[in-house]
């Protein structure tokens, strides 16, 4: 090498390297300390580790620019001096980069500063002060001396690229490194290594669609580190498929996974199905993560998750024990808590991993979108924080205003809230989503934002169908179709939608699919099968939320067999579960009454007690189930009109307010009912209110016109059967209500009230023996349940009937 020239490069501070902990769709920065080790074994679970003995930080003269430990890799950046130039240089600089080559890294320092101090305005001599500073490891003065570095010459591109790698160090820099990149591309355009490490600062920002475009080009001829990089960024952005795989063809470059994207890798099989696989990897990966500061808090929130999917959650937890009360520890325990309280449906965990979130935003002014962003997911979860959340998606909309996500949150969190209408929700939102997105990351975002919405809004349907065709990896979406294909009747269609979730790979390992097929199972009328998919959900031991789902589900169907001791039963242990649920108390309440062990006084103290203690926007399904049990009360209007507001196409709710307004005016309520079916044919419920509504009239007309077009579109619906029956009774048509009733014990031999209901038709048809038998065998039957006394008592007042009919007085009247 010519004397007059200096060897200087872009030196990586080697023990640094950005990680993410185990969040959906958010990249984290949580270690700023990573170690540099540059000799590395690997070991049989294909992890990466490194030298026992730390190198020291000082000592470090690389002539490879590694970068995030083998992830952001930028190629060597040689600042060559032509002997020319070197005469223009400053003594003290050029004197500053020999002791820099000679690993005097201190003295180097020096000699620049000196430099500076006699030429302020001297590029070379800052650009030196900034590469000693980043080969001592003084992160925050060399980023400091690089921006000062482009202040004087802005497409300098050592301090370009340096600023470029230094900006993945800290989650602040990460923004001016990105600008750094991108103007370093603008001079060199086929820079493809300072493209994959923009790729990668674009991910950790949480702008996928940039950086999956980055990553299109890098990923043409990729070198290992690019691919570790874009199996990272694929990864957090929620497609651990395409994660995974490019993790494995790294691997196939002969290289082990090194411990600091352990975590990653874990996330990568724990999403894709090797849960026991993440859990052993990340087991060797702690056991290790001792020599290499920084490593344990995101390898330690990975295996927790890892263990919480696996349904180790006490082992989970001991897992994240020691991260508690560590300041570093802070955010990676928020997410685990959160991860793990959601998929649990523990609200303890999840309040606690809030609670967190809340810390964070509070301890820090300048927190990034990305954690913003994060922070207002976890917190739009929660009923109680939903405003805070709202109010944080507007702050970062502000900033994206074209972001289609955001704004799907910030509407669904505005129908949560109240203040907007379902139909204000689906008017604003299917503008908004015409056409789709092309970018397949904002797309699959997109649906990750739809799929939150719980219960989803069946005008929504098309465009869940819509983002189905496009082949988003969203498979969640096919258990919202179903929901909504459920609310609306739709029996066929919901199992088809389910039966294509569980389909899916996250689909056969998720237990919720089970209690939506109980309740069509129950729709079906096959309350026995209903029971039993209950029964064997319960046994899985499910988590809390899936377990009193379960419980309540099974309340139901007891109740509808007859059995409503049984019922009450079930919700006395989701309350011994947990003494101070009010929704179990509503639920309770609800079954209670229909059985008729409260009265109405009784039930509409429980409701009071609700609407006084809880938020208007907390409205859970048990709360709309009581006020549609309960009988119509025009002090209840403004409440039907709220709890529709919340769910639009709720039955028992449509009819009570239908009921409140016929007192008034009864053709005014026909005509709204109309105007309910012909806004939507196919919508079975409206049909329903209908019936109903003109039976409560004596329009038994009307109510057979609406039952009637129930059969015509499905003519085994066993509801629209019963209820078409009991039409036909009261209109005396004795033979026709019969053969309705057959129909339905054809469908369920077992139908308690078809089998009732033809009792009694025996009966109105003078034929009090065969009434009699049927009462009988029900009796027989129902001898463990509340139903039994009902029974016991019908067969003696029709035993007398008989006797008296015959002549002879009952033995207890003789005397």
Same mark, same amino acid.
Do not use: H
């Given at each position: 090498?010519?004397?007059?020239?200096?060897?200087?490069?872009?030196?990586?501070?080697?023990?640094?390297?950005?990680?993410?902990?185990?969040?959906?769709?958010?990249?984290?920065?949580?270690?700023?300390?990573?170690?540099?080790?540059?000799?590395?074994?690997?070991?049989?679970?294909?992890?990466?580790?490194?030298?026992?003995?730390?190198?020291?930080?000082?000592?470090?003269?690389?002539? @490879?620019? @590694? /970068?995030?430990?083998?992830?952001?890799?930028?190629?060597?950046?040689?600042?060559?001096?032509?002997?020319?130039?070197?005469?223009?240089?400053?003594?003290?600089?050029?004197r500053g980069f020999t002791l820099l080559q000679q690993g005097l890294v201190n003295d180097a320092i020096a000699a620049f500063k000196q430099a500076i101090a006699n030429s302020p305005q001297s590029v070379d001599a800052k650009l030196g002060l900034a590469q000693a500073y980043q080969k001592a490891g003084k992160d925050a003065e060399a980023w400091n001396a690089f921006q000062q570095v482009l202040a004087l010459s802005p497409n300098n591109q050592p301090a370009l690229k340096a600023v470029g790698l230094l900006g993945s160090y800290r989650q602040e820099w990460q923004v001016r490194g990105i600008d750094a990149l991108t103007t370093l591309l603008k001079l060199t355009p086929n820079d493809i290594s300072a493209r994959a490490a923009r790729g990668l600062l674009l991910g950790y920002q949480g702008r996928y669609s940039e950086a999956f475009a980055d990553y299109k080009i890098a990923?043409?001829?990729?070198?290992?580190?690019?691919?570790?990089?874009?199996?990272?960024?694929?990864?957090?952005? /929620?497609?651990?498929?395409?994660?995974?795989?490019?993790?494995?063809?790294?691997?196939?470059?002969?290289?082990?996974?090194?411990?600091?994207?352990?975590?990653?890798?874990?996330?990568?099989?724990r999403e894709t199905g090797s849960v026991s696989q993440a859990i052993q990897v990340l087991q060797q990966a702690l056991s290790q993560s001792g020599k290499f500061p920084g490593t344990e808090v995101d390898i330690r929130s990975a295996l927790a998750q890892a263990y919480a999917a696996n349904r180790q959650v006490p082992e989970a937890l001991a897992?994240?024990?020691?991260?508690?009360?560590?300041?570093?520890?802070?955010?990676?325990?928020?997410?685990?808590?959160?991860?793990?309280?959601?998929s649990e449906g523990n609200s303890q965990l999840y309040r606690e991993g809030a609670a967190l979130y809340r810390q964070i935003l /509070?301890?820090?002014?300048?927190?990034?979108?990305?954690?913003?962003?994060?922070?207002?997911?976890?917190?739009?979860?929660?009923?109680?924080?939903?405003?805070?959340?709202?109010?944080?998606?507007?702050?970062?909309?502000?900033?994206?205003?074209?972001?289609?996500?955001?704004?799907?949150?910030?509407?669904?969190?505005?129908?949560?809230?109240?203040?907007?209408?379902?139909?204000?929700l689906a008017s604003r939102l299917l503008p908004a989503l015409q056409p789709l997105p092309s970018d397949a990351a904002e797309l699959r975002s997109l649906a990750l934002g739809l799929a939150q919405l719980d219960p989803p809004n069946p005008a929504l349907l098309s465009v869940y169908q819509n983002l189905l065709s496009s082949n988003v990896d969203v498979p969640f979406l096919n258990f919202r179709v179903a929901q909504i294909f459920l609310q609306q009747n739709q029996l066929d269609q919901a199992k088809s939608a389910l039966a294509a979730y569980k389909a899916t790979a996250s689909g056969a390992s998720d237990l919720a699919p089970? *209690?939506? *097929?109980?309740?069509?199972?129950?729709?079906?009328?096959?309350?026995?099968?209903?029971?039993? &998919?209950?029964?064997?959900?319960?046994?899985?031991?499910?988590?809390?939320?899936? *377990?009193?789902?379960?419980?309540r589900g099974l309340a139901g169907v007891r109740l509808a067999q007859g059995q409503a001791d049984q019922a009450i039963a079930l919700y006395d242990q989701l309350?011994?579960?947990?003494?101070?649920? @009010?929704?179990?108390?509503?639920?309770?309440?609800?079954?209670?009454?229909?059985?008729?062990?409260?009265?109405?006084?009784?039930?509409?103290?429980?409701?009071?007690?609700?609407?006084? &203690?809880?938020?208007?926007?907390?409205?859970?399904?048990?709360?709309?189930?009581?006020?549609?049990?309960?009988?119509?009360?025009?002090?209840?209007?403004?409440?039907?009109?709220?709890?529709?507001?919340?769910?639009?196409?709720?039955?028992? *709710?449509? @009819?009570?307010?239908?009921q409140v307004l016929a007192v008034r005016d009864p053709q005014g309520a026909k005509d709204r009912v109309a105007q309910l079916i012909a806004r939507n044919p196919d919508n079975i419920g409206a049909y329903f209110v209908q019936g109903e509504l003109a039976q409560n009239l004596k329009d038994l007309e009307l109510a057979s016109q609406a039952y009637s077009g129930i059969l015509t579109k499905q003519p085994n619906n066993i509801d629209a059967l019963a209820a078409l029956a009991g039409v036909r009774f009261q209109q005396k048509k004795f033979v026709v209500a019969t053969e309705l009733y057959n129909r339905i014990l054809a469908i369920n031999p077992k139908d308690l009230l078809a089998r009732r209901a033809l009792a009694e038709l025996s009966l109105a048809q003078d034929q009090p023996f065969t009434a009699l038998e049927r009462f009988k065998q029900l009796q027989q039957e129902q001898l463990a349940s509340s139903s039994n006394l009902e029974f016991v008592n019908r067969v003696q007042r029709l035993e007398v009937d008989i006797l008296k009919r015959r002549g002879f007085q009952p033995y207890w009247e003789r005397f």
């Open positions: 090498m010519n004397n007059n020239q200096t060897d200087i490069q872009v030196l990586s501070s080697l023990d640094k390297n950005p990680s993410f902990d185990a969040k959906a769709d958010i990249p984290v920065l949580s270690s700023l300390s990573k170690s540099d080790s540059l000799s590395a074994k690997s070991n049989s679970l294909g992890i990466q580790g490194g030298a026992t003995k730390r190198p020291s930080r000082f000592g470090l003269i690389s002539l @490879l620019v @590694l /970068g995030l430990t083998g992830v952001l890799t930028l190629e060597p950046m040689i600042v060559q001096i032509p002997a020319v130039q070197a005469q223009t240089v400053p003594a003290a600089a050029r990923l043409q001829n990729p070198t290992p580190d690019t691919l570790l990089g874009a199996a990272q960024i694929y990864t957090f952005s /929620g497609d651990a498929k395409q994660g995974l795989e490019f993790f494995k063809r790294y691997q196939a470059t002969g290289k082990a996974i090194p411990i600091y994207q352990v975590a990653a890798y874990g996330r990568a099989l897992v994240l024990q020691p991260l508690r009360g560590k300041k570093d520890g802070t955010l990676a325990l928020a997410r685990s808590l959160t991860t793990i309280g959601r /509070g301890s820090s002014s300048e927190a990034s979108q990305s954690l913003v962003r994060e922070a207002a997911d976890v917190l739009s979860e929660l009923p109680e924080e939903r405003a805070t959340a709202l109010s944080l998606y507007k702050q970062l909309i502000a900033v994206q205003p074209d972001n289609k996500t955001l704004l799907v949150k910030q509407l669904l969190l505005e129908s949560q809230l109240g203040q907007i209408s379902d139909t204000d089970d *209690l939506l *097929l109980a309740d069509i199972q129950r729709r079906e009328g096959n309350l026995d099968a209903s029971a039993q &998919t209950y029964e064997a959900l319960i046994a899985r031991n499910p988590s809390d939320d899936l *377990l009193n789902g379960a419980l309350l011994q579960r947990n003494p101070n649920d @009010l929704r179990t108390a509503l639920g309770r309440a609800t079954i209670a009454y229909q059985a008729k062990r409260i009265n109405q006084t009784e039930a509409e103290a429980v409701l009071k007690r609700w609407l006084s &203690t809880e938020p208007a926007t907390n409205t859970p399904p048990e709360l709309i189930n009581l006020v549609g049990t309960l009988p119509p009360s025009p002090e209840r209007e403004a409440l039907y009109t709220a709890l529709l507001a919340v769910a639009p196409d709720n039955v028992p *709710l449509q @009819l009570r307010q239908l």
